[in-house]
């Protein structure tokens, strides 16, 4: 099969491989549709993740297909099924599976591969995370699940009540998918739904540097949207904006150190910023302690998904109840797939579904 390879940074390879034949507990699916993620194009331009994989590698982990083999033992799945696996599955024994924070599993399985003709899925991820496609669901909105389902678990994890005025910095597909669900409350994140008829769950205000996905904000549910490139001082604005205050919440969706300090700093006292956005290896960030002791502010890091989240986001992309099919810029053979990073590299695409 044709499948891409990343051997380090900037350097995707598109070769000619064996085809994977699935052992036992495991499935191969056609790939459908795999869409292209931030994390992609952070990682290839890092050249590996400390976490998620070590080049020499199959890459890309966004997918939705249809079962082509069945390894033995699998029982409740048959050729022919429609199905999107998240890239990840937890092991449920470790300390941290029995306290059921599975994001935090030490054994935390993760599987790559999804720009490739086929893709082999193991026993935990079919086990745990393999879920069926709505029929009236499109490969390409179902490749989808695996963000949409780490935003889900960023929001449940970030304090959001209703009426909250909530600054979200980064216009990439995560900080549009994070507008998205927390400007309409949806996705089964929220245990305080909003009581006011037809108004927005929360007050999302968005950063960005693309007047053009900050339009897309605003298709999404963002009340105010801002190019940073022509904004003096980001917190300074966000006080303006909330009555001297800051932000109730802030979400920072870019991985850049110095925006997760501009983050802490557009805070209200009492506030949750969280810091959902992965800084390359071995950074820091400056924080002022006086202003974190004294203004109790709550300050996370928040990483991936849970299995539940994954079920609440392709219940979520089912309902076609948020248009994110607008996050998909355009489609392309596997073949474009160098010319496609490239243009993620210079902005000129959000996510594109990649047909193999």
Known sequence: MLAALLYGQEDLRLETVEDPTPAAGEVVIRVGSATTCGTDLKVWRRGGHARMLKPPTLFGHEAAGEIVAIGHG???????????????????????????????????????GTFAEYLKIPAAIVQHNLLPIPDALPDALASMTEPLACV???????????????????????????????ASGQGEWCNQPSTVSGQPFAEVILFGGSDQRLQLGKTLGAVKTFNYRQVENVPALVKELTEGWGADV??????VPSVWEMAIACARPGATVNLFGGCPRDTSITVDTERLHYSELTVKGVFHNTPTYVRAAL??????????????????????????????????????????
């Open 74 to 112: 699998v029982t409740h799945w048959k050729v022919g099924d429609r199905v999107v696996a998240n890239n990840s599955a937890p092991c449920m024994t470790c300390f941290f599976c029995k306290k059921v924070e599975y994001s935090l599993c030490q054994n935390l399985l993760f599987n790559n």
């Open 152 to 182: 889900l678990h960023g929001a449940a994890r970030s304090n959001v009540k209703p009426g909250d005025r909530i600054v979200v910095l980064g216009d990439g597909a995560i900080g549009l998918m994070f507008v998205a669900a927390l």
């Open 250 to 255: 802030v979400i920072e969706a870019t991985g």
């Open 315 to 356: 219940k979520l992309l089912a309902s076609r109840a948020l248009p994110f099919e607008h996050l998909i810029t355009e489609q392309q053979p596997l073949a474009q797939l160098g010319q496609v990073f490239e243009a993620m590299k210079q902005r000129k695409v959000v996510k594109v579904a990649i047909a193999p």
